[in-house]
């Protein structure tokens, strides 16, 4: 039997979106083994790279680094710009068949390819499942794909193996978020409870605004959002939400989409906001 989880405080933090509190819980974990050194590694340094820090990650990370490490690596540079080195780099390690089962190389693959809009490439390397982490990914690529039948059934698998966890939690909301009608109030609860049992992140203030967007609860979203938008100025997720509920209260959308453009000028609704308001407006619903 399985002693407890020593890293548990990181990933939940991570899992949650509370990046740097992932990244301080890191420096409490003592004693580790190797496998857990370098999981903890992982953890931290895909901390850093939600937080921005992509420079610090790919200075940091060693060439003779063990291979979940260098997976990290590549989605460091990857985010960071240099696109087609870090896809080349991953097809790399991919090909190598002593390496490519590797379960963070293939968590690094799938999110990779689903930053490139490659859902079926992205499953080639996370369909077959080995940890929670795989299973949620595969929830938001079949959502991508608008696959909620396979959704469901990945969210099942990850209820089978732990029910309670919040990986299997967060990929239930995202289904029910996708599912609609009734079920978009069970989204709400679980976007609620996590953050009262650990911490109201960006992220599930985010999620929580959404339902309460497709409940028709704009003003109650306006007001969660802009909290968020307190916490992290300069998040996308944010910006982009505020604007689809701006559009929908009648309130004026250049503010949103102007500090939007000047942090993801390659955002969907900032290329969009370029078209005819027409085509803007439309964007926007299909973005809600």
Same mark, same amino acid.
């Given at each position: ?39 903890? %590694? ?6 850093? &790279? ?12 060693? %060439? ?47 999110? &990779?390819?689903?930053?490139?809009? %490659? ?42 193996? %732990? ?26 609860? &679980? ?98």
């Amino acid at each position: 039997m399985s002693g407890p989880d020593v890293l548990f405080p990181v990933r939940n933090n991570f899992y949650l979106g509370a990046f740097q509190r992932a990244v301080n819980e890191s420096h409490g974990t003592h004693k580790l083994s190797d496998a857990e050194l370098v999981d903890k %590694d992982c953890m931290v340094y895909r901390a850093y &790279i939600a937080l921005g820090q992509y420079q610090l990650v790919v200075s940091e990370i060693q %060439d003779a680094a063990p291979t979940a490490l260098q997976a990290v690596k590549l989605l460091a540079l990857y985010m960071s710009g240099e696109k087609e080195k870090a896809l080349y780099s991953l097809g790399e390690l991919l090909a190598d068949s002593a390496i490519a089962s590797n379960l963070m190389l293939r968590v690094v693959a799938g999110t &990779i390819y689903i930053h490139e809009q %490659d859902y079926n490439e992205a499953l080639k390397h996370t369909h077959v499942g080995g940890n929670l982490e795989l299973c949620a990914l595969n929830v938001q690529i079949y959502l991508k794909m608008h696959r909620p039948e396979y959704a469901e059934k990945q969210l099942r698998a990850m209820q089978e193996i %732990d029910e309670d966890h919040t990986l299997t939690q967060l990929a239930n909301a995202w289904v029910n978020l996708a599912l609609g009608g009734a079920k978009v109030q069970e989204a709400f609860y &679980i976007f609620q409870e996590l953050a009262e049992k650990y911490a109201s992140t960006v992220m599930l203030i985010n999620g929580s605004a959404v339902c309460q967007m497709h409940m028709g609860q704009f003003e109650e979203a306006e007001t969660r959002l802009v909290e968020a938008l307190n916490r992290d100025p300069k998040n996308a997720t944010t910006l982009a939400n505020l604007v689809v509920c701006s559009l929908q209260l009648g309130k004026p959308t250049t503010r949103y989409l102007s500090l939007l453009k000047s942090s993801y000028p390659k955002h969907l609704l900032v290329e969009r906001s370029a078209s005819a308001e027409a085509d803007f407006e439309r964007a926007v619903q299909a973005f809600a």
